[in-house]
């Protein structure tokens, strides 16, 4: 059993910075990888960013130089450092864990808004 508990989300204005943060807690063997999801009402699910096991990092076209995601491999956290927000950010920002135990297994934070309006 593993759970995804988030934090961090909130309502910023323009401009403004936040920072997610993803603490995953369990039984875990190896993690395979850790990222971000977001979905905006009426929108698809999308990538945001996600680093692996190895630490290479992924990054969305729309976030690559505002956002920062790092991994904490003692705490089994994962955080989202969000700059320069803009009005098309605000969505509901999933956690994504990929776990070998030893199968593939996938889990998801149950998410958390981040709203960026004047």
């Known amino acids: 059993q593993v759970e995804l508990v988030e934090s961090g989300g909130g309502l910023v204005q323009p401009g403004g910075s936040l920072r997610l943060s993803c603490a995953a807690s369990?039984?875990?063997?190896?993690?395979?990888?850790m990222g971000w999801y977001r979905q905006a009402p009426g929108k698809q699910r999308e990538l945001v960013a996600t680093v692996t096991g190895g630490g290479r990092t992924v990054y969305a076209d729309s976030v690559k130089d505002r956002f920062t995601i790092s991994r904490d491999n003692t705490n089994d956290t994962v955080l989202l450092q969000m700059n320069s927000l803009k009005p098309e950010d605000t969505a509901v920002y999933y956690c994504?864990?990929?776990?070998?135990?030893?199968?593939?297994?996938?889990?998801w934070g149950q998410g958390t808004q981040v709203t960026v309006s004047s």
């Open positions: 994504k864990l990929v776990v070998v135990d030893p199968l593939l297994k996938t889990y």
């Open positions: 369990g039984r875990i063997f190896s993690i395979g990888g």
